[in-house]
Nanobody
Framework: QVHFAESGGGLVQAGGSLSLSCTIS????????MGWYRQAPGKQREMVAV???????IYADFVKDRFTISVDDAWRTVYLQMNSLSPDDTAVYYC?????????????WGQGTQVTVSS
């Protein structure tokens, strides 16, 4: 059983910053990669940033050097520092992990945290 504990969403004005964190707990799995996806109203879920184990990082083009993803040494907590936020960044942000299980790899998402950027 895997459990996601996400935090850090909220309301911020355009140009402001927010920091998200997500801790994954449980047993019986390893983690191949961790990251963040987001889904805005009426849109499909899209990748924001993902970091692979070991340390390759991918950012979506729309991040444009505004966001920074990091993980802790235990590979159980992933962070997303978001700067220069705009109303276009308003979405539910989902923690993501590619779990390494006995039968293969499974993509898994947390329950999401709302980020709202006001103009």
């Amino acid at each position: 059983q895997v459990h996601f504990a996400e935090s850090g969403g909220g309301l911020v004005q355009a140009g402001g910053s927010l920091s998200l964190s997500c801790t994954i707990s449980g047993s019986g799995f390893g983690i191949n990669s961790m990251g963040w996806y987001r889904q805005a109203p009426g849109k499909q879920r899209e990748m924001v940033a993902v970091v692979g184990n070991p340390g390759s990082t991918i950012y979506a083009d729309f991040v444009k050097d505004r966001f920074t993803i990091s993980v802790d040494d235990a590979w159980r907590t992933v962070y997303l520092q978001m700067n220069s936020l705009s109303p276009d960044d308003t979405a539910v942000y989902y923690c993501y992990a590619a779990l390494r299980l006995a039968l293969g790899v499974r993509d898994t998402w947390g329950q999401g945290t709302q980020v709202t950027v006001s103009s």
